[in-house]
C-alpha cells in the first residue's frame, strides 16, 4: 500500500473520486496558499491517522470552526494547514495566532481584532488585527486554552455576531473568516475550573478532530522517518537511512514528542552520521526519554497491537487465558489504549483494528475478567 500523502496524486487509498479531487487541489493550490516551497504532506497510512483524515476531508468544505486536539508534536498545526488547503479557502490566507504569547489581555485583543491609535498605552498607531488579515481564509488559533479570558469574550461576541470592535474603535467591522483552534489540554476540565469559558468551547467545537500520538500509529514512524530522510537527501544532497539496529532501537521506542520528536531525531541522525547509515550513537542524545534502549514487555505488546498485524485475541486474549500475561498487565495496556482513544472504547477498537462488529465480544471478555481500567466507562 502506499503511503497516505494527501498531496501525492496516485494515492489510491482516497478512493472516493471527490477526495482524489481534494487531494489534486492540495498540490495545485499548496504553492500559492504556502509560498513556493510549502506544500501541506501528511504522511501516514495506519487506521489511527486515517479516520482524523478523512473526518478533515469532509469538514473541509463547511465553514463552522473546527477544534483540533492531541497531544504536543502530533501534527496538529499540519492538519489545520491541510484543512485549510482542502478548503474553498485555499487561495486566501492562513493566519497562525500562538495564544500563549500574549499574556496581557489588550495586547491579546489587539493581535486578534486590531486597535486604534491611543487606544492603550504603547498603541501608537492603529493596526489591524489577525481576523482582518485572515479574511476570506482561516486562523489558526494555536494553544486556545491559553488564550486571555478578555480576548475570549471578544472571541466569543465575533463567533456570534460575525462581527468585532478593534480596540478603541466605536464602529464595528464584519470579516470571514474560518476559526480553527487546537490544544494539547483538556478544555473541558478547564471549562469546570472556569479556567475556559464553557460557551467559547462550544462555539469552537462545532467540529473536532482528534490527531493520534505516534505510538498509536503502528509502523507510521517508518513512512515519516523516510519522508524526513528524503527531505534532507533533496535539500542536502546525500540519500541516507536508519541502520538495523537504528531502526530495532526506534520501533520500541514510544516517542512522547511524537512527530516533531521524530523531525528532531531524523535530522541530527543525519547531520551527525559519518556513512550512509544513521547508527544509534548518532541520535540517542536526541531522543527525549531517558529509558531510551529497554522497553518494557508491556511496551512491546502495545506497539504490536497498534501495527497492521497486531491481534488483540492473539496477542492478548489468548495469552491472558493460559496466564502468560497477567491481569494488571492487560489492564494497563487497556489503559493505555483508552488514553490514546482519549476515553473511547469504539475508538480503540479502530486503533487496534479489531472490527466493530467484536465490540461486544470484546467488552464482554473484559467485564467477564475484571479487566477494565476502573475510570473507564461503556459506550453503547
Ligand atoms: N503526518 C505528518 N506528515 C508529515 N509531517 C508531519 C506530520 N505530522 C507532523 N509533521 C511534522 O512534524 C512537525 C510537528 O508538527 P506540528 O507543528 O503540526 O505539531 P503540533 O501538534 O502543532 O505540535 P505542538 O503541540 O508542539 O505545537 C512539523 O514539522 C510537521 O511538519
Ligand atoms: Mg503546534
Known sequence: MPTRTLDDPCDTRLDAPELLGIAARIRECSTRAWGPNRAVTIVGRSRAVEEP?????????????VLILGESGVGKESFAQALHV??????DPFVSVNCPQYQEGNLTVSELFGHRRGSFTGAT???KGCFETADGGSIFLDEVADLHMSAQVMLLRSL???EFQPLGSESTRRVNVRVISATNRDLN???GDERFRRDLLFRLRYFQIEVPPLRARGDDWK?????FLGRLARRYGVRKCFSPESERLLERYTWPGNVRELVSVSTAGYALSDGDRIEPRDF????????RPAASEVDELYRRLCRESGDFWALVQEPFLDRELSRKEVRRIVSRGLRDSRGSYRRLLEIWRIPSESYQKFMDFLRHHRLKPSHSEDES
Open 160 to 162: 456570534a455576531t460575525g
Open 284 to 291: 540517542v542524545d536526541h531522543l527525549e526519554q531517558e529509558s
Open 53 to 65: 483524515l478523512e473526518r478533515l476531508a469532509k469538514v473541509a468544505r463547511f465553514h463552522e470552526p
Open 86 to 91: 482542502l478548503s474553498a479557502r485555499a487561495k
Open 223 to 227: 513512512l515519516l522517518a523516510d519522508h
Open 189 to 191: 476540565a478547564l471549562a
Open 125 to 127: 498607531s492603529d493596526r
